[in-house]
């Protein structure tokens, strides 16, 4: 019987695809086409790991129970456009080299199920670039898994005494592997000594444990095999899957996962792409915490380097040090002696104009490049990149004010650091690689004329922010207000709102992700408010009253209009009060502390000269909750100065504290209404969600204006329901018509009483784009 084929475009590559409906996993009924949309789905995050590196494959063409192939050599018939590394003493093999998403599908329609990695880029390929560690239990399964994670929390405990970091992830089958990243600067044998040291001591502790490789010597312990980090050596690669029942993939994961973890075999095809695509790479910052090994007793000696057209001595650098008075500014003095590396550094850069700094270090300085715009997001997006002056090693660490009238003058903060890779040399330019905590890309840099570049990303990144609504960050409740490294808010009484700023273009979205950018024209106005490209701020739209206080009835109006929006928004215009950034010009700020989003938030709008305000912040909370009181205002939020951002999480990072006592419910049902309320309803029934189930809460009957109880009664009509919610006995029960749960709405009370029920309850607003 003939192959199907069919030709399918991946980027630039037209490929050939064939057997597409071919069971690869009988037990799971999975074909080949849905291998090849696995690994075509999570190529960014692959590649992300395996760019650069030799790879070994095992191949399954006819399912997991048939024949397999494990292949070093890459095939006869590989296309041209797939690259290669000679790798091997004697007889050198051709080990294929992954650097795009077609690779990958191509790869995927030969059924090669596992992608196994060697330890180092090809660039330098006998200095790997970490350690593993892989944890191999029994393999008769009688090893207890909760046994297994004490082992590897141990070691991790083991590893950071070293100053290594160490990163986790199952490897699909029964074991873990733990991955120390080093600078890629170390022989084979240095680094096998280096783990041999680490995990001989880590074994006279822990009599679980074994170095022994051979079965019958191990006595049914645990072996912790430090042999793989031999130059022949690889592991399977981050995210590929193997071949074993259940379909599934070695998933990086994180040390809070690990602890909760039940089956090391829940991470499969589809709870693995899940992860991923909905809360990214676990591994995405691996590179950036690479140290030296801790074998290493050479001391770092600054050396001088004799004058060359490549490497420039301080004297060299005169150019630089004429431009500014040391006596005035607090920029880094030069330093005569230096010893050359690979670090990277992007400064933002408050000068004249707001621009961003890049700084590549090379034979004792530092190339620069003064980026208008920002780093390019993604592919496709280019920016001019003017190099500037070379500047001393001291910038990299840089942070400060540089005075007025100083070349330069304004505010620098460090944008993001780490080690950079040459990857490739071009004629008019260069490839470059960055590694770090805070970014981790690949980039292009092409020379256009005198110091003018164009710089591009050429890497596709996995989860582009600025493409996908997140849900915002939610507070935990508090009826005291916390004391410690926290600033304070007013919370604001309005719509929770994501402002996205993509490369000029401003849209406005709900909590809910719902896009009501039209119903706001005032707002989206991003050239007279903003001085940057691309962000994603956190928000709170207001309408206000005559005293300034926020008037929640008002921009819910604004909300609910359906036309007239420039009218409306003059009439009752609303005013966005911004207080985080979750995005800036190139990477993700949700893991820098709540104290530098929010100076690069303030530093990003131009506060005055349009509704856009930021939320002031106050040292003292009791203060702020005193005045909030006796202003009438809702209350206060709590923020730890140190806190990372968790979209769509409630986090205790965040305290509001409410200045009367309030809840959110769900909607259950509605009493019919009488007299003046024939045509709406009574009262609402509520309930509490509490550990996954419904408390009943009872009733509320106030809070209602006529456009209120008839949107409400409106909203009603598609969520009536012949089921009742919640058990137990419920308030004018015969009279009540059910809703599903779907609606939920703040209620503020004074106290629950012995029945579980409100008193005093009064609605106060639906919660749904609200905080």
């Not at 022949?232 to 990086?252: N, W």
């Not at 629950?752 to 009064?762: A, S």
Request: net charge neutral; proline share 5%; charged share 30%.
């Amino acid at each position: 019987m003939a192959k199907q084929k069919i030709h399918a475009e991946v980027g630039k590559r037209v490929i050939e695809l064939s057997n597409l409906d071919k069971v690869l996993y009988p037990e799971d009924e999975i074909v080949k086409a849905e291998i090849i949309e696995y690994y075509l789905k999570l190529a960014p995050t692959i590649l992300n790991h395996i760019r650069g590196r030799a790879l070994s494959l095992v191949r399954y063409p006819d399912g997991i129970y048939g024949e397999q192939f494990f292949q070093k050599h890459r095939p006869d018939w590989t296309p041209d456009w797939i690259d290669y590394k000679r790798l091997g003493q004697e007889r050198k093999k051709e080990y294929v080299v992954a650097k795009e998403e077609a690779t990958l599908v191509w790869l995927a329609n030969l059924a090669c199920l596992e992608i196994h990695q060697i330890h180092s880029f090809s660039e330098h390929s006998d200095k790997p670039d970490y350690i593993v560690y892989d944890l191999d239990p029994p393999e008769d399964g009688s090893f207890p898994l909760e046994d297994l994670k004490q082992i590897a929390f141990a070691l991790k405990e083991h590893l950071e005494r070293y100053n290594y970091h160490v990163f986790v992830k199952t490897t699909g089958g029964k074991g873990l592997h733990l991955v120390t990243p080093i600078e890629a600067k170390y022989s084979f044998e240095e680094c096998f000594q280096a783990a041999k040291k680490v995990a001989s001591d880590f074994i006279q502790k822990h009599d679980q444990t074994t170095l022994h490789i051979k079965k019958e010597a191990r006595k049914g312990r645990v072996l912790v095999d430090i042999y793989r980090n031999r130059p022949s050596q690889t592991i399977v690669c981050p995210y590929s899957l193997r071949g074993k029942a259940g379909a599934t993939a070695s998933t990086p994961i994180e040390w809070e996962e690990l602890e909760q973890l039940k089956d090391l075999n829940q991470w499969n095809i589809k709870t693995t792409l899940t992860r991923v695509m909905e809360d990214g790479d676990a591994w995405e910052q691996i590179r950036g915490w690479a140290v030296p090994l801790h074998t290493d007793k050479r001391a770092v000696v600054a050396k001088e380097l004799p004058p060359n057209k490549r490497h420039k001595t301080p004297e060299q650098l005169s150019d630089y040090e004429k431009k500014r008075d040391f006596n005035k500014t607090p920029e880094p003095l030069l330093s005569e002696n230096e010893a050359p590396g690979s670090r990277f550094c992007i400064q933002r850069h408050h000068a004249s104009h707001l621009h961003y700094d890049l700084r590549l270090e090379q034979d004792g300085i530092l190339k620069s490049w003064a980026i208008p715009r920002g780093m390019p997001p993604v592919p496709g997006v280019k920016r001019l990149a003017v190099q500037t002056e070379d500047h001393p090693l001291k910038y990299l660490t840089f942070e400060g004010e540089i005075p007025k009238g100083e070349y330069g003058g304004g505010m620098m903060w460090v944008y993001a650091t780490g080690r950079y890779e040459i990857t490739k040399e071009k004629k008019q330019g260069f490839y470059f690689r960055l590694s770090g905590k805070q970014l981790s890309a690949e980039y292009r840099m092409h020379l256009m004329k005198d110091k003018e570049w164009l710089l591009e990303r050429v890497d596709v990144p996995q989860q582009n922010l600025l493409d996908q609504v997140m849900k915002p960050m939610l507070a935990d409740a508090s009826k005291r207000v916390p004391i410690g490294d926290y600033y304070y808010e007013v919370k604001w009484d309005g719509i929770r709102a994501l402002i996205y700023l993509n490369e000029g273009q401003l849209k406005i979205y709900s909590r809910n992700g719902n896009d009501i950018t039209e119903q706001f024209p005032e707002l989206n106005v991003p050239e007279q408010a903003f001085r940057i490209n691309n962000a994603i701020f956190d928000s709170e739209i207001v309408c206000l009253d005559q005293e300034g206080k926020a008037n929640f009835k008002k921009v819910i109006k604004r909300l609910m209009s359906k036309k007239n929006f420039d009218y409306e928004s003059k009439r009752s215009p609303a005013y966005c009060y911004l207080f985080d950034c979750l995005y800036l010009d190139g990477r993700s700020l949700m893991n820098d502390p709540q104290d530098r989003r929010r100076w690069w938030m303030i530093d990003s709008t131009r506060v005055g000269e349009t509704n856009y305000r930021i939320s002031q912040s106050e040292e003292d909370g009791r203060a702020l909750f005193a005045a909030a009181k006796a202003h009438g205002i809702e209350g206060i939020v709590a923020k730890r100065i140190d806190a990372r951002y968790t979209p769509g999480k409630r986090s205790d990072a965040w305290i509001k504290v409410k200045v009367k006592e309030t809840m959110d419910c769900f909607i259950i049902g509605f009493t019919q209404g009488e007299g003046e309320r024939e045509r709406s309803f009574g009262s609402l029934q509520l309930a509490e969600e509490k550990d996954g189930e419904l408390v009943y809460r009872g009733r509320v009957g106030t809070g209602f204006d006529e456009a209120l109880l008839k949107s409400l009664t409106k909203q009603f009509i598609e969520l009536v329901s012949a089921d009742k919610p919640v058990e137990g006995e419920v308030h004018e029960e015969k009279k009540t018509v059910w809703l599903k749960p779907e609606l939920m709405c703040e209620v503020e009370y004074s106290m629950i009483t012995d029945n579980g029920t409100f008193r005093d309850p009064v609605f106060k607003k639906l919660v749904n784009d609200s905080v």
